[in-house]
């Protein structure tokens, strides 16, 4: 069951995490704070010179009304990302003179089925199932997985493929689009949710009261910016895709390798994440990561080996090509 502490939720992949229907809401009786000393409690304090705070330390929860229509910050920089992601994945699509159309068919799934398991891949808490929320309602309110989202897009592939009979790889199409979504996406993540744990350096993120009471995080200490670390990931990794996405003999690989690299370093980041500890000091998504990485790692390891020469006893070139 989601445990409620002020405005958050604490989710199955073990973070305190903003909800998104709650941000929206006033905290105490308090205005929401957007940044700088306004609607801060008396003896706040300004955030600590030298340190990231009056960049990254503000809280945003909403970006307005607009007809009555509250906009979300968090769900207005994913839909960014994912329109800069289709649009990445277009622009390969037609560079690679790739012309079938079921491929629109296949995105289409992957992006429903991510949409769904990012949803319900918070919602499982406890082996009881007794004790989590009502599905129902964590629809409507619980908070979301990117982990979740990316297994659900994986998968949703892989069925449109099956369904439009697609037998093409489209892995080169994908890991440049969603490594740029990714980092555009993550914005919505730094400025809604609790930075990370305490660093014990000046350049950390420092919240006042109002916008530490709003994402649960202590008030005043300097904390790791760890979604501006994941930002920072994907975007160079958006970038190494770009320049190498024509040198691989298997260029479908690409993703395989994006998807190796981003396990290895949410596995780490979660440590400063701030995370709920599940079991044996490691947080939901470390134990999720556990048992994908294996699979992931060895996936790349096959992707970067020389291609294995082809043998045949046959001098027919037709079939040769056939094997």
């Known amino acids: 069951m989601s445990h409620r502490r002020g405005n958050l939720i604490v989710t199955s992949i073990g973070r305190p995490e903003a909800c998104l229907s709650s941000l929206n809401q006033p905290n105490d009786g308090q205005g929401v704070h957007r940044g700088g000393d306004v609607g801060e409690p008396a003896g706040a304090g300004p955030p600590q010179m030298g340190t990231l705070a009056g960049t990254l330390g503000a809280m945003i929860p909403t970006l307005g009304t607009f007809w009555g229509l509250t906009i979300s910050t ?24 790739v012309t079938d159309e079921r ?47 990316l297994t659900g897009a994986y998968l949703g592939a892989l069925f449109g493929k099956r369904v439009t009979g697609y037998r093409e790889r489209t892995g080169a199409l994908f890991a440049p689009a969603v490594a740029a979504g990714m980092a555009i996406g993550r914005i919505g993540c730094m400025v809604t949710e609790s930075p990370g744990t305490a660093t014990g350096h000046a350049w950390g993120v420092v919240l006042n009261k109002t916008d530490a009471a709003l994402v649960g995080a202590p008030a005043n200490v300097p904390l790791h910016p760890s979604f501006l670390y994941e930002i920072a990931f994907h975007a160079i990794a958006f970038a190494l895709l770009w320049r190498f996405r024509d040198q691989l003999t298997k260029p479908a690989g690409l993703f395989t390798l994006y998807l190796g690299a981003y396990a290895v ?16 000091g490691l947080t939901r998504p470390q134990l999720f990561l556990l048992v994908v990485l294996p699979l992931l790692l060895w996936r790349a390891l096959k992707v970067l080996s020389p291609p294995a020469a082809k043998h045949s006893h046959s001098s027919d070139p037709a079939i040769v090509e056939a094997t």
């Open 74 to 97: 968090h769900d207005a920089l994913v839909g960014a990302g994912l329109v800069v992601a289709v649009a990445v994945f277009g622009f390969e699509k037609q560079r690679r003179a």
């Open 103 to 149: 491929l629109w068919v296949v995105v289409a799934l992957a992006l429903a089925w991510g949409a769904v398991f990012a949803r319900l891949g918070t919602w499982v808490q406890h082996v009881d199932l007794s004790q989590n929320d009502a599905l129902a309602q964590h629809w409507l309110h619980g908070s979301r997985s990117i982990l979740g989202g």
């Open 265 to 280: 370093f949410r596995f780490l980041v979660e440590f400063v994440r701030g995370n709920e500890v599940a079991w044996a």
